[in-house]
Nanobody, 124 residues
Framework: QVQLVESGGGLVQAGGSLRLSCAAS????????MGWFRQAPGPGNEREFV?????????YYADSVKGRFTISRDNAKNTVYLQMNSLKPEDTAVYYC????????????????WGQGTQVTVSS
């Protein structure tokens, strides 16, 4: 069992930065691929992949955030981070941290554990 708690969300102006953190409890954190997903407000908006990092620190990014967001992890602290720079209003969403052990890092259905989410709002 893995429990995930996100923090670091907030309100920021376009062009600004935020760093999200996700603290994990439970054993064997380092074997999990950790992912960040987001869900924008409004009906019909699905949870979309943002970034992921494997236990071996291989990283994956959605095209929409490449060059602006950086995912990292600190296995000693059981924590994964998402550094978000050059934020845009379209980045506004609830951001979720998730953990999985399969190779399907882009698919939200492959993730076994989820945090409660943290709100990120980017004003124009």
């Amino acid at each position: 069992q893995v429990q995930l708690v996100e923090s670091g969300g907030g309100l920021v102006q376009a062009g600004g930065s935020l760093r999200l953190s996700c603290a994990a409890s439970g054993r064997a954190f380092s074997i999990y691929t950790m992912g960040w997903f987001r869900q924008a407000p409004g009906p019909g908006n699905e949870r979309e992949f943002v970034a992921a990092i494997s236990g071996g620190a291989r990283t994956y990014y959605a095209d929409s955030v490449k060059g602006r967001f950086t995912i990292s992890r600190d296995n000693a602290k059981n924590t994964v981070y998402l550094q978000m720079n050059s934020l845009k209003p379209e980045d506004t969403a609830v951001y979720y941290c998730a953990a999985e052990r399969s190779a399907a890092v882009y698919n939200s259905r492959s993730y076994d554990y989820w945090g409660q989410g943290t709100q990120v709002t980017v004003s124009s």
